[in-house]
């Protein structure tokens, strides 16, 4: 069995900074890509930033110069600065794994509110 838990996201003002986190656990041989998505209501599911196991990174252009990822072994972080009401949504992180055949994983989602 493979868990992702990610944890983190609260209310912040404006302007202000966050850090979420996210652990995949389990039986795993690697993982290739760990990503962060997120999922505001009436919008559709976003990518926001990817990183591989080789720490090439890539981001959504509304969070780029904002936000950044990082990865060490099993856990990713993703540092929201500068934050705005538009980044206001459910994150969720993303993991494919090996198992020893990659399969993707998601977790339950963390509750990120940007508002004054």
């Known amino acids: 069995q493979v868990q992702v838990a990610e944890s983190g996201g609260g209310l912040m003002q404006p302007g202000g900074s966050l850090r979420l986190s996210c652990t995949v656990s389990?039986?795993?041989?690697?993982?290739?890509?760990m990503c962060w998505y997120r999922k505001a209501p009436g919008n559709e599911r976003e990518l926001v930033a990817t990183i591989t196991s080789s720490k090439l990174t890539n981001y959504a252009a509304s969070v780029k110069g904002r936000f950044t990822i990082s990865r060490d072994n099993s856990k990713v972080d993703l540092q929201m600065n500068n934050l705005k009401s538009e980044d206001t949504a459910v994150y969720y992180c993303?993991?494919?794994?090996?198992?020893?055949?990659?399969?993707?994983?998601w977790g339950q989602g963390t509750q990120v509110t940007v508002s004054s």
């Open positions: 993303y993991a494919t794994v090996v198992r020893p055949t990659p399969t993707n994983y």
């Open positions: 389990g039986t795993i041989a690697s993982i290739y890509v």
